[in-house]
């Protein structure tokens, strides 16, 4: 009998042994006391523990898994190959495509005035503010005109000797004139020589060139007058249009001064009701873009409304900010309601071509590229699953397109024919088999 090392050994009497009132020894030694006391047992002996029976169930547990195990692996070994190819894939259909062109522009009046001044000088009066209704020929500033009445004042007074100096070379003409009669009479006779005779015509002559000096003198004096009472004019600002003022710079006490450019005072809006976007739309998209096209926009204020507009003009002048090249396209809108405002940022949507019901295939379907086949970039092609479920290219030809959808002009396709959009990877495999509610949604990086 083995035991193992580990066990304790347990120490029990004697008498769970050997039954008390049972003699070791046959009853002809129970005689002698003597005896008994010398070969008398231990009161306790040490007992060995005995044998624990081992289970058998972990080792079957254990064979059956390495049996499962290799059959696994024998069985995969066996179907080894590579796994089939799912796709993505759409229906070719009919419906609606709208190509649209986006740009960004700003909300401006249709005719916007800057109403400047010609003369330097300082603001006596304002007779507009921001927002004021103003109409034709009605004062908007004064320009303090004390400076311009004494230039007025002065050329008057210039004006004024040069008709003196006018009437006294001509009263000098007539008297040399009268001088050289007087010659002219008295030579035949004899009682003046010919000296004189010529002196007082060469006098008559230097008079009436003195005549026609003060003359221009004079013209000079008037036109002098003439231009300060114009600038006087000047310190008084009209309004050249009807409209709003949308813009006042100048305030009273300031000075403005006119020498090399006209200053701008204030801004007016002839008619806030008919309002223009000015869109800047780039070369890339400015093709598909003509007179008459219908558009819409939106603005900062209003985010959940859309304005329509139509537009009016295509300017050829091009707008080139670091090498990336614009056009300005002018955009008209009505605006009775008064909403839209001089200087509003607008998101533009040009509609460049429209049709209702044509044949057309998702975007995607041109985008794909089978791994490691050729493209021939000259011609378009998509992929086709027919009903075999075989793929092979077709040849098409694109027309007009949208952000989803591209219409289909020529090529074999038909509506109802499945096109391959891409290949769906092991993660959207096993999405696809989960069931709803379980899907884990997308992954993050």
Same mark, same amino acid.
């Given at each position: ?136 020929? /009605? ?6 005109? #004390? ?20 009437? /006294? ?7 040399? /004139? ?38 221009? #003198? ?86 959940? #409304? ?15 900010? #670091? ?54 970039? /000259? ?67």
């Amino acid at each position: 009998m083995t035991s193992n090392a580990q066990d304790p050994i347990r120490e029990v009497p004697v008498t769970e042994i050997i039954p008390q009132g049972t003699s070791s020894v046959p009853a002809r030694h129970s005689s002698s006391a003597s005896s008994d006391q010398a070969h008398r047992l231990p009161a306790s002996l040490p007992v060995l523990p005995l044998p624990r029976a081992r289970p058998r169930v972990p080792w079957l547990i254990g064979i059956v898994t390495v049996l499962a195990i290799t059959g696994a692996g024998a069985w995969y070994w066996w179907t080894a190959g590579p796994p089939p190819v799912h796709y993505k894939t759409a229906l070719v259909d009919r419906g609606p495509i709208t190509a649209i062109v986006t740009a960004t522009g700003t909300v401006n009046p249709v005719v916007s005035v800057q109403v400047g001044s010609q003369v330097s000088g300082k603001i006596a009066q304002l007779f507009a503010d921001f927002n004021s209704v103003v109409t034709k020929g /009605k004062v908007l500033a004064m320009i303090d005109q #004390q400076p311009f009445n004494a230039r007025v004042s002065q050329a008057r007074a210039a004006v004024k000797s040069g008709r003196g100096n006018l009437a /006294k070379a001509k009263n000098m003409a007539n008297q040399r /004139k009268l001088e050289r009669d007087r010659m002219a009479t008295l030579r035949p006779q004899a009682f003046v020589s010919q000296a004189d005779l010529d002196i007082a015509e060469t006098n008559y002559r230097d008079a009436e060139a003195q005549v026609e000096v003060a003359q221009a #003198q004079l013209d000079q004096a008037e036109a002098t007058l003439s231009s300060a009472e114009l600038d006087l004019g000047y310190t008084t600002i009209y309004s050249p249009v009807n409209g709003i003022v949308v813009s006042r710079n100048v305030d009273v006490g300031q000075t403005v001064a006119a020498s090399f450019q006209t200053p701008t005072l204030f801004v007016i809006a002839q008619d806030l009701t008919q309002m223009q976007v000015d869109a800047n739309v780039s070369e890339a998209d400015i093709g598909g873009v003509a007179e008459g096209k219908p558009s819409s926009f939106r603005v900062d204020a209003y985010p959940k #409304q859309f304005f329509e507009g139509t537009v009016t003009q295509v300017r050829n002048a091009p707008i080139s900010i #670091q090498n990336v090249v614009t056009y300005d396209v002018v955009i008209t809108v009505d605006n009775r309601d008064l909403k839209l405002k001089p200087g509003m940022t607008a998101n533009v949507t040009i509609v460049t071509a429209k049709k209702e019901n044509p044949l057309r295939i998702p975007n995607g379907a041109l985008r794909f590229r089978m791994p490691g086949v050729p493209v021939d970039r /000259k011609i378009t092609q998509v992929w086709v699953m027919d009903q075999a479920k075989q793929v092979h290219q077709t040849v098409i030809s694109t027309g007009i397109a949208d952000s989803l959808f591209t219409e289909i002009s020529e090529g074999a396709l038909k509506e109802g024919d499945t096109v391959i959009l891409g290949i769906e990877t092991p993660e959207e495999q096993a999405q696809k088999t989960l069931p709803p509610g379980f899907g884990g949604g997308p992954r993050m990086r």
